[in-house]
């Protein structure tokens, strides 16, 4: 989220603008003057940069199209958001709530999905630590005190430096926005109860902005806390409430906490597993909803929201099953649950899996690789966010990615890495937040102030590749409804054609003011679009088997 502060109530806070990342995600404030499903629209009928699905919808018309099972690796999903509820993949060969593996496929009373993060009695582990600080408490006995002349494994060596770096600079960067933003949060806790006493609200009730409106400020403190919570509601957005706002911060500083002072315990304490060990035994749980599903049942709503029915959104593709397997905490994935996410995923029907995630290491990168190669032997796609650090990463790697340890890919052809684009053919047209690359990023896809459906009945309005990747996805999906015959390379093939070069147009480049060419951010150098993908597609002769 993205906060406006001053001082207050006696307490020193910096006037500043903070962004909050939660699962590769950017929050950002709803503006009712831009269309909610801009991301959907056409830059020549509407003026948005969008994907034209609407052009797509038109040429689909009278046409039949095939169920397709989609999988989204994340941070799990709201099942009973009325939204998705309809369009999420039921395991048809499971009872549910016996307590038996009635398929024999290893997890029990997998209904919608499986949870990769949690124990079978539902104990979660959703609040990690960063790779980087995980390797270095690994990594730190044997190495602290050598140098390059003692350390007897010279590869291992420079593997410590690197994690020693970055471990440093996400621990250094966590420790000074904890010294900003704990002062921020107790001014926050201690103000609320004086707004609620001003409303004459019960301690357990919730202020909204539109309940600040009424507050006459009668006094100096008052005025103060008046304008700190209603620029902290405005800038949140109008469906957002002091509860929230107060979550959203608890949250974020326990992530700081946990880079800060990690919990390497926690895994042990609570799925039980050990996660440097692939397939070591059975673990899991069938309980998708979670603390911090609103990513992941805002990515599902992009792929497959249902269409026209009046409430939420309309997803992206229209005949789709959304199977949910839970493999992100509040913190990086372990590789253990990323392979064996995707591993569930493609042996129980998914052609078509979406990964909004990343992170700096992956110590286990072989397992990812080797699921990678499980779905491009089984035909199934796979659609990657690129991240939001505004880096190349052509030069500087992100994971997971499809350049393998043992050389035998460094561009799959089952893969797509997807970047952040924005409304406007202008100079921000490439977010400013996305990673980008000639080499290693395939295309764009809309993700600034994207909105979506999320838990309990909500939509929320939000910015990064975390979106634009399932959007990318969801027209994927979308060509394989219509078009089944088409294998998986077909598909990126297709998005990557929809997604003409846009060859002239001046942006800044990702976290800079420089200017460069929009084509020289990815593979493509284009925006997919959905229109362009199906008139593809129905000239292409399919080549699934």
Not at 84 to 98: D, F, I, Q, R
Request: proline content about 3%.
């Amino acid at each position: 989220m993205k906060y406006f502060f001053k001082p207050v109530a006696g307490s020193v806070i910096c006037l500043s603008l903070l962004s909050y990342f939660t699962a590769g995600a950017q929050s950002r404030v709803a503006d009712a003057r831009i269309p909610a499903n801009w991301f959907a629209l056409d830059v020549k009928a509407d003026g948005y940069y969008g994907i034209s699905l609407n052009q797509a919808y038109q040429f689909l018309k009278g046409k039949k199209s095939k169920t397709v099972v989609v999988s989204t690796i994340d941070s799990g999903i709201d099942t009973a958001q009325k939204d998705l509820s309809p369009v999420l993949w039921t395991n048809v060969k499971e009872k549910k709530g016996n307590g038996k593996d009635d398929d024999k496929n290893g997890f029990i009373d997998d209904i919608h999905g499986w949870n990769f993060i949690a124990a079978a009695n539902g104990k979660c582990d959703c609040k990690e630590t960063s790779e980087e600080v995980r390797e270095y408490e690994r990594l730190k006995p044997k190495y602290l005190a050598a140098t390059a002349a003692t350390a007897t494994d010279k590869k291992e060596y420079t593997y410590w430096l690197l994690v020693k770096h970055l471990r440093d600079s996400t621990v250094n960067k966590a420790d000074a926005e904890l010294k900003q933003l704990t002062p921020i949060m107790s001014a926050l806790v201690e103000t609320s109860g004086i707004v609620k006493r001003a409303l004459k609200l019960k301690a357990n009730e919730s202020f909204t902005l539109a309940d600040l409106k009424r507050i006459k400020a009668v006094n100096d403190t008052l005025k103060d806390v008046k304008f700190l919570w209603t620029t902290s509601l405005s800038t949140a957005g109008d469906n957002t409430n002091n509860v929230k706002i107060l979550k959203d911060y608890a949250d974020y500083i326990a992530k700081l906490n946990n880079d800060v002072n990690p919990d390497l315990d926690m895994r042990k304490r609570t799925v039980g597993d050990n996660p440097d060990i692939l397939k070591d035994k059975p673990y899991g749980s069938n309980i998708l909803k979670l603390d911090q599903s609103f990513h992941g049942t805002m990515v599902a709503g992009f792929i497959g929201a249902v269409r026209d029915n009046g409430y939420g959104i309309n997803g992206v593709a229209d005949n789709v099953r959304i199977m949910s397997v839970v493999a992100s905490p509040d913190g990086d994935e372990y590789d253990k649950d990323v392979a064996n996410a995707i591993y569930y995923a493609v042996d129980n029907g998914a052609k078509i899996i979406n990964m909004s995630f990343g992170k700096k290491l992956s110590p286990h990168k072989n397992w990812v690789d080797d699921a990678f190669k499980y779905a491009a032997a089984h035909d199934v796609l796979l659609v990657l966010a690129s991240g939001n650090d505004s880096q190349n990463v052509d030069d500087v790697q992100d994971f997971p990615n499809d350049t393998f340890e043992d050389g035998s890919a460094t561009d799959a052809d089952n893969v797509i890495n997807v970047g952040a684009s924005g409304m406007k053919a202008d100079e921000a047209l490439a977010a400013d937040f996305s990673n980008y690359g000639k080499k290693n990023v395939d295309v764009f896809a809309p993700g600034v102030m994207v909105t979506s459906v999320t838990v309990n009945a909500e939509t929320e309005t939000e910015d990064g590749t975390s979106f634009s990747s399932p959007i990318t996805a969801g027209v994927a999906a979308l060509v394989l409804e219509y078009y089944p015959d088409l294998s998986a390379r077909q598909l990126k093939q297709v998005i990557m054609e929809s997604a003409h070069p846009l060859k002239g147009i001046m942006v800044n480049k990702p976290g800079t003011k420089d200017q460069v060419d929009f084509t020289t951010l990815s593979k493509s150098g284009g925006i997919v679009n959905a229109y362009e993908a199906v008139l593809i597609a129905s000239k292409m002769k399919g080549e699934r088997k």
